[in-house]
């Protein structure tokens, strides 16, 4: 599995890939000929670019504790528990949410599309809002939010974020989150103990928006 970090070096391996096989192009087909000096500045410029649209991850070492439970966990009496996941394709992603109450029952499923993200770390961010803004818009005062992303759950939990595209969506969940007086926790846990909201998020893959009730929410997704 590759890393959130490793994700983002490759995208800019690609990016820088892509600007040079145009310059070479232009050089082959066009019979333009580029100074050197401004390759490397159009190169940096690129490398820069994407730096601010899509910043890399805090290091590893930096990351909050992942849960050790491999399976669900229900919430402890009077809480909800949030889950959240994503799936991403080529031409955007989807968010996946499953709540659930401390005897297990599913409360409400939903999913959401959201065109033209098909990087995963904005994608984990966008499913981070959708359930901050969930538990905003139904009023939830006792809430547990779990997610396999660790850096997400890092970065909110720890309230930073940087000038990005990505960093605009962390304050905005923290703009929520500080309108809020509730009771509410961020934790990481396992990719299998999350599996019904991955369910739901490819689920919402197909469609543009998917929202279900407990009562016919297993046998659609399982």
């Not at 805090?58 to 909050?64: E, T």
């Not at 923290?174 to 739901?200: G, K, M, T, Y």
Request: hydrophobic share 45%; glycine share 4%; charged share 15%.
């Amino acid at each position: 599995m590759v890393s959130e970090t490793s994700q983002f070096h490759i995208l800019q391996c690609v990016c820088l890939l892509w600007r040079i096989w145009k310059s070479r192009i232009k050089v082959t087909f066009e019979f333009i000929q580029p100074h050197v000096r401004s390759l490397a500045r159009q190169f940096y410029n690129q490398v820069l670019e994407l730096s601010i649209l899509l910043p890399p991850p805090p290091p590893r070492s930096s990351l909050v504790p992942v849960h050790p439970a491999t399976t669900w966990v229900p919430p402890p009496e009077d809480f909800l528990k949030i889950n959240v996941d994503v799936a991403v394709c080529a031409t955007g992603c989807s968010s996946g949410l499953v709540i659930r109450g401390p005897d297990g029952h599913v409360v409400l499923a939903l999913g959401l599309q959201h065109q033209g993200i098909v990087y995963p770390y904005m994608a984990e961010l966008l499913a981070f809002r959708d359930a901050i803004s969930i538990v905003a818009s139904r009023s939830l005062t006792h809430v547990i939010v779990e997610g396999d992303s660790e850096v997400v759950v890092y970065q909110v939990r720890q309230g930073v974020f940087e000038v990005s595209i990505g960093g605009l969506v962390l304050r905005e969940c923290l703009q929520i989150l500080s309108s809020l007086s509730i009771c509410i926790e961020f934790r990481a846990v396992h990719r299998s103990s999350n599996s019904a909201a991955h369910r739901v998020a490819r689920k919402a893959l197909l469609l543009s928006r998917v929202e279900l009730e407990s009562f016919d929410f297993l046998g659609w997704v399982l």
